[in-house]
């Protein structure tokens, strides 16, 4: 049974809607303010909240923005306001909540908005489009303040950083609910059909992974799709492994490219930058588990927390996930120890054995010798296993595959 809570100060609308929903066989979770809501937020996780804006002790917006920025708006929310204006409504889906209605509330139109949002919520599961992913550092919370000042800028944005330091998190914080979220499956698409890419992404956000290895072909096409972009109201946002300065100064990116998108740049810190911020990242990665019921609940113990962060986190964010849902799925207790930390951490990379690089060679060759020992190292880490190495080094598994064949690593076959 779907469980809806019903956030209203007025005694007789949340009585009303309880009777409303009941009827229709929903479980029906009531809160007369904020604080109730908040607290009920922490235990448990609705499959939808209809919540009012004004309230007499912390007003519904700003409750919206709290759950958004702890990463506790994993569920659908409809806001209800007997005195809205569009500036509210626009404000509030910006921030995340699917829907917004006026009251006096018509009984079909309820209806049909808690069936949209229910849909909604359970057909596309969005991933956690807030920074609390990535911390609440000082560094992070200037991190936030930055994109939150470009958040409502069509400008096309670059987002620099290590594989895996929470890029796309930060391309989804700058992306509207509720419209289109296009991501290339492989950069190729930019060279072969640019345009059908900007035309999916209309009025949403068209996000390229790392425009730093946009082969010429694929660099001619972001040229083409960006000359259109103001048409289709897209907002175009990369990431990119190394600053595009230094590419182009290599002569390896178009020097009108790089003058479009080189307009707003954001560094992303890697986690080791912000290593205060490991533990709550870790609880955050634990209740996410808990709460989609992926896991019994776990919790771990002070000297585990301290080892996670004391590592040194090559692979980031995403290496730091990957370790906690191992952990979490293969505890045989409530507590995860500081003893199955160490044994599930891969070993240092500073203690891996050094690869000799020559360094009388073209820069091209030299960076293709490192990025080969690379991957070899992180294919070796993972027995081969292209799905955690992708994890690892945060890039998409098809976009591996190629930058493998590039390099000429040879792939070890695999009985699994």
């Known amino acids: 049974m779907q469980q809806i809570l019903v956030v209203d100060d007025e005694m007789g609308i949340r009585e009303l809607l309880s009777e409303i929903l009941a009827d229709e066989g929903y479980k029906v979770e009531l809160a007369q303010n904020a604080t109730e809501a908040r607290a009920w937020r922490q235990q ?3 499959d939808l909240v209809l919540l009012d804006i004004w309230m007499p002790d912390t007003d519904g917006i700003t409750l919206l923005k709290e759950w958004a920025s702890s990463g506790l708006l994993t569920m659908p929310v409809v806001m209800m306001s007997g005195h809205g204006t569009i500036d509210t409504a626009v404000e509030a889906t910006r921030i995340g909540a699917y829907d917004f209605l006026e009251k006096p509330i018509a009984l079909q139109k309820l209806l049909t908005s808690v069936n949209k949002a229910l849909k909604h919520g359970a057909a596309q599961p969005q991933p956690n489009a807030s920074l609390a992913a990535l911390g609440r550092s000082p560094l992070i919370a200037d991190l936030k303040q930055r994109l939150e000042r470009i958040a409502a800028m069509r400008t096309p944005v670059v987002l620099v950083g290590e594989p895996g330091s929470g890029i796309e998190v930060c391309a989804r914080v700058l992306h509207t609910r509720n419209t289109p979220w296009v991501t290339p499956e492989s950069n190729a698409q930019l060279a072969d059909q640019p345009i059908e890419l900007l035309n999916q992404a209309r009025d949403g956000t068209l ?3 790392d425009a730093a290895t946009l082969t010429r072909a694929e ?12 048409r289709s109201n897209t907002r175009v946002v990369c990431g990119a492994s190394r600053p595009l300065a230094d590419v182009a100064s290599e002569g390896e990116f178009d020097a009108r490219l790089y003058e479009l998108l080189s307009v707003m740049t954001i560094v992303v810190p890697s986690l080791k930058q912000h290593r205060e911020d490991i533990p709550e990242i870790a609880g955050l990665i634990l209740n996410q588990m808990i709460e989609a019921k992926e896991i019994p609940p776990r919790q771990l113990s002070t ?22 849902r191992t952990l979490a799925q293969t505890a045989h207790t409530d ?3 500081v003893e199955q930390v160490t044994r599930v951490l891969p070993e240092p990379a500073h203690e891996a054995p050094q690869q000799v690089l020559a360094f009388d060679q073209p820069l091209r060759e030299a960076r293709d010798a490192f990025e080969r020992a690379y991957f070899e190292y992180h294919l070796e880490q993972e027995g081969g296993n292209i799905s955690r190495v992708a994890e690892v080094v945060g890039l998409e598994r098809t976009h591996l595959y190629r930058k493998l064949k590039q390099l000429g690593v040879k792939l070890a ?3 699994d």
């Open 44 to 46: 448990a996780r609705p």
């Open 207 to 209: 996000f390229v992974h």
């Open 219 to 230: 660099q001619k096409g972001m040229l083409l799709l960006l000359s259109k972009v103001a």
């Open 303 to 324: 000297a585990a927390l301290n080892a996670l962060r004391n590592y040194d986190w090559p692979g980031n964010v995403t290496q730091l996930e990957s370790v906690v």
């Open 335 to 337: 507590e995860i120890s």
């Open 413 to 415: 076959r695999r009985d």
